[in-house]
């Protein structure tokens, strides 16, 4: 059985923070005579002297400053677990698991993972990074309780029993090292890219957009976007999102391709999935709702 008290716990905390009892007892809304007595009787229940009080302010002893960080730690996960009781009491799930294409912006996984943690800060967003057929069986065995794909094309829709939300399409281009033969051309045609090395990422494979940029007789299938924009160094090029290779650390060594038979980007779309008739969390209802908003603003 415990012989302290939080409230002890809290005064002496406070009071070891602020440097006096007249301040400790001001933030925490209390008299200074009621934090002298949980003070006084943490050191009586502990046996051990907490501040030396000679002086006009309390002073930590080496043995009350050698037991601060443990009632701060205490105090912590205490609030931690009443927090989360109030989550729980309320409905509000516990965590959420995101499935996402690795082609889902950095950028989109930021702001909602900061509006989520800022309006429930209880619950924790874990982001796992697969394709399209190993989210979508995720989501159907519950594993995950939001996944986000490459849309199939050709208007296809998911498997029976899911629901799905079009976020928008993203801007996809041909893209090369500056330094390249193709790079240095004023335009490409198809000759030219059907000459030279392509990268594909591998989670373009599950989807058509696999089949319709398939153009070169010497195809590469990479599974790491990073990959190839570093095997671009050493020549070819690949088809890639837009918004990867600007927001990358590569930014600077590659370029997109002037291409003669496109007078703009290829777009795909990136579709939102959930589980029909699940019972959908409030947090939940405000992730997908987060990121609506998010993908309006990257794709208008």
Known sequence: MLRF???????????????SFSKAAQSL??????LHQHVGNLEIDLGITLFDRSG??????????????????????????????????????????????IS????????????VQQQYP???????????????????????DIAIVLSKGSGVLPSK?????????LPFSFFAHKDCALALQT???????????????ENYREVELSNNTKISGR???????????????QGGWAFLPNHFVSSSSYANEICKLNINFMTNDGRWSLILLTRNHQSTGKVQRYAIEQFKTAFKKITQ
Not at 61 to 76: D, K, M, P, W
């Open 122 to 144: 209880q619950t924790q967003l874990h982001w796992i990074h697969r394709g399209r057929k190993d989210s979508m069986n995720a989501l159907a065995e519950k594993q995950a």
């Open 104 to 115: 889902l912006p950095i950028s989109v996984i930021a702001k909602v993972q900061r509006a």
């Open 219 to 233: 195809n590469a299938t990479i599974s790491n976007m990073d990959i190839i924009l570093s095997l671009l160094k």
């Open 29 to 34: 809304g209390k008299d200074r005579s009621t």
């Open 161 to 169: 029993g899911l629901t799905f939300t079009n976020l928008g399409y």
């Open 5 to 19: 008290s939080f409230e002890q716990l809290a005064s002496f905390v406070a009071v070891a923070e602020k440097g």
């Open 56 to 101: 006009k302010f309390p002073k930590i002893t080496f043995e009350g400053n050698s037991l601060l960080t443990q009632a701060r730690h205490i105090l912590y996960h205490a609030q931690v677990l009443q927090n989360s009781g109030d989550s729980l009491a309320e409905g509000l799930e516990e965590s959420l698991t995101i499935y996402h294409d």
């Open 187 to 201: 335009s490409c045609n198809l000759e030219d890219l059907e000459k030279q090395q392509q990268y594909t990422a």
